[in-house]
C-alpha cells in the first residue's frame, strides 16, 4: 500500500484533466452544479487498510451502481438457477436503456423459460425486473432489507436515500414504458409501479468514495466483511457478479473496458465508478463529467493509469503485489 500511496496522487491529477472531455448530467437533482473537475478516489485493501485522494467528500446517487447489490440481494432470495430464468445473463451490445424484447400477444401464455427476457440484470429492463425478484410485501420492505446491506458490507450506517432524486427517478418515462412493457408480457412477478417505485428508491441511494470502496472490497474478499466472520454475501453469488460486472458493467462499452482496464467494474450515471481486484483491492471513484456512454470519462481514465501501473487486470499474465 506504501507505493498506491506515494504515486496516487500523482495518478489522479494526471488524469484529471480527461474531464474537460465529458459533460455533467443536468437531469440528476445535486449534481446540475457541480465542479465537473472533481475527481476522487478511494482504495481500501483487503485488510482493510484505506487510501483516499482528491475530491472523496462529495456524496452522489449510487444510480447503475446499486443494481449489483440489488441483484446480490435478490440471488440471495431466489437462488441462481430461479432467478435467470427470469433474465439473461449475456451483454446486450445495446444502450443501458434499451427497450425490452417485444414478442408476439401470445407471449404471456408461454411457458417462461420459452419467453424472451431482458439480456442481463445490468441493463435498466433487467434491473427493473430483478427489482420485482426481491422477498418482501411491500417496495419499502425490500429497501430496508437492501439498505440493511449496503450498510454493512459499506460499513455506513447512515447511508440512506436521497428524496430529491428518488422523486426525480420516479418521473423517468423511458424507464416506465420499460416496466410497463415488462408487466404486458408477464415477466414482471409484482405490479410495474411496484417494480418503478423500488427500482427509482435503489438509484436514489446515496454515497461517498468510501462506502463504494468498502462494498467493493466486500466483493474482492469473496463477499466477507472486515471485521465480521460469516460472509455478508455468499461465494457462489460474489462468483455470478464479478463475471456480471466483467461482460456487462459497462454496458456496451464493457468489450473496450476489459481489454483497456481489465477488472470488474460498475459504473453510474452520477459518476461514480464501484471496482475492485479480487483478493486484493476495493475501489471506489466520482468524477462527474461523463463520456458518451455515460460513465466517468476521468475515472476511467485513472483507473486505467492504476492497472498500467500495477498490473492489475484480470487479463494480465500475473497480477502484481
Known amino acids: 500500500m506504501d507505493k498506491l500511496q506515494q504515486q496516487l496522487p500523482y495518478l489522479l491529477e494526471k488524469a484529471r484533466p480527461y474531464a474537460c472531455q465529458g459533460h455533467v448530467p443536468d437531469d440528476i437533482p445535486g449534481l446540475k452544479k457541480v465542479n465537473p473537475q472533481w475527481l476522487g478516489m478511494t482504495i481500501v485493501s483487503a485488510s482493510g ?7 472523496v467528500q462529495v456524496r452522489f446517487p449510487l444510480q447503475s451502481i446499486a443494481k449489483v447489490f440489488a441483484l446480490a440481494q435478490a440471488l440471495m432470495d431466489q437462488g441462481v438457477e430461479e432467478l ?3 433474465v439473461g445473463m449475456e451483454p446486450s451490445g445495446g444502450p443501458v436503456d434499451e427497450l425490452p424484447p417485444v414478442s408476439p400477444s401470445a407471449w404471456p401464455r408461454m411457458p417462461r423459460e420459452a419467453r424472451r427476457k431482458p439480456a442481463n440484470p445490468l441493463i435498466d429492463s433487467g434491473a427493473i425486473l430483478v427489482s420485482s425478484l426481491m422477498n418482501g410485501e411491500t417496495p419499502q420492505e425490500k429497501l430496508h432489507r437492501l439498505l440493511r446491506l449496503i450498510r454493512v458490507i459499506s460499513g455506513n450506517p447512515t447511508v440512506r436515500v ?3 432524486v428518488y422523486l426525480s427517478e420516479k418521473k ?8 410497463y412493457l415488462l408487466q404486458e408480457q408477464g415477466c414482471l412477478l409484482t405490479d410495474a409501479e411496484e417494480a418503478l417505485d423500488l427500482y427509482a428508491m435503489q438509484c436514489a441511494i446515496e454515497v461517498s468514495c468510501r462506502d463504494l470502496a468498502y462494498m467493493a472490497t466486500c466483493l474482492a474478499n469473496g463477499g466477507t466483511v472486515w471485521g465480521l466472520s ?3 454475501i455468499p461465494r457462489p453469488i460474489v462468483r455470478v457478479l464479478t463475471a456480471l460486472m466483467v461482460t456487462c458493467g459497462m454496458y456496451d462499452a464493457s468489450g473496450q473496458f476489459a481489454v483497456r482496464v481489465g477488472i470488474p467494474a460498475k459504473s453510474g450515471v452520477s459518476g461514480g465508478i464501484l471496482a475492485f481486484v479480487p483478493g486484493k483491492y476495493g475501489i471506489g471513484i466520482f468524477g462527474p463529467a461523463l463520456d458518451e456512454k455515460g460513465t466517468s470519462i476521468a475515472g476511467v481514465q485513472l483507473l486505467s493509469e492504476c492497472v498500467n501501473q500495477w498490473g492489475w487486470s484480470l487479463f494480465e499474465s500475473g497480477v502484481k503485489p
Request: charge should be positive; glycine fraction near 4%; aromatic fraction near 4%.
Open 49 to 55: 487498510k484505506e487510501i483516499a485522494v482528491g475530491d
Open 172 to 179: 423517468n418515462l423511458r424507464n416506465r414504458a420499460i416496466a
Open 230 to 232: 460469516k460472509p455478508v
Open 162 to 164: 436521497n428524496e430529491h
Open 84 to 86: 435467470f430464468r427470469h
